[in-house]
């Protein structure tokens, strides 16, 4: 066990629907960071957040935003959903911000399935 | 630009015996970090082991060591006495700067009994 919780585990909506993923940190830890792995992207940086404030964005598309909170939990939310947009959501938490090369510790992730 | 290459999209060993999973990077920064992550069949994704590009000596967690050797770009895991629970895929990534972490296509080990 990393730490870091996700809810929900499983989440199965059809195309163009909006959902929210949900994040907790680690204890002390003031990074989060959301992932996307699918078969054919492989693992996929999408956002980082740090202490609220975004610091780093990857490939993550207009439709999908993300929010740190005060208390660090995230929110990853994903609107307009495409068949493409199933894959599993990872979130990982780190002490420091990225150029600290702090290990991220991963979630079990929210499997996302389109249909 | 980033770059991680694990060319083994398969790997077998024997359980008990040692086996050498390859990576190798591609990097212009001279200030880097190179990880190792396992991903069970159950999904999670768990932190192995890391290696700085200035750390002089290899780094090793329990029986997981990582063969740094800079002038050649390859960070390769090599797990000791192999267990069956050690059956899953096995991603290298690496950091540069403040850019996020970046995976490489993973190599799926199996341990046979």
């Known amino acids: 066990d990393s730490g870091v919780t996700q809810t929900p585990k499983h989440l199965i909506t059809a195309t163009g629907q909006r959902v929210t993923l949900r994040c907790s940190p680690r204890?002390?830890?003031?990074?989060v960071y959301w992932y996307q792995q699918s078969l054919d992207q492989g693992l996929q940086f999408l956002i980082q957040?740090?202490?609220?404030?975004?610091?780093a964005k990857g490939n993550i598309l207009e439709r999908f935003s993300a929010q740190q909170f005060p208390d660090l939990h995230s929110e990853l939310n994903l609107s307009s959903l495409e068949l493409g947009d199933s894959a599993l959501y990872f979130c990982?938490?780190?002490?420091?911000?990225?150029?600290?090369?702090?290990?991220?510790?991963f979630g079990p992730g929210t499997r996302l399935t389109v249909l | 630009a980033q770059k991680i290459t694990q060319t083994q999209p398969g790997m077998f060993v024997q359980e008990k015996e040692a086996v050498t999973l390859d990576c190798t990077y591609d990097t212009s920064d001279p200030s880097y970090g190179l990880f190792w992550y396992k991903q069970p069949s159950s999904g999670e994704m768990i932190f192995l082991i890391y290696q700085g590009s200035y750390d002089q000596q290899n780094a090793t967690e329990g029986r997981y060591s990582l063969n740094f050797q800079k002038a050649r770009k390859s960070a390769n895991l090599v797990i000791s006495a192999s267990q069956l629970g050690d059956s899953a895929m096995y991603f290298c990534a690496m950091q540069t700067g403040a850019n996020n972490l970046f995976f490489g296509t993973g190599t799926r080990l199996t341990v046979i009994p």
């Open positions: 204890s002390g830890d003031l990074s």
């Open positions: 990982a938490s780190s002490v420091g911000d990225l150029a600290d090369y702090n290990e991220q510790f």
């Open positions: 957040y740090y202490n609220g404030e975004e610091r």
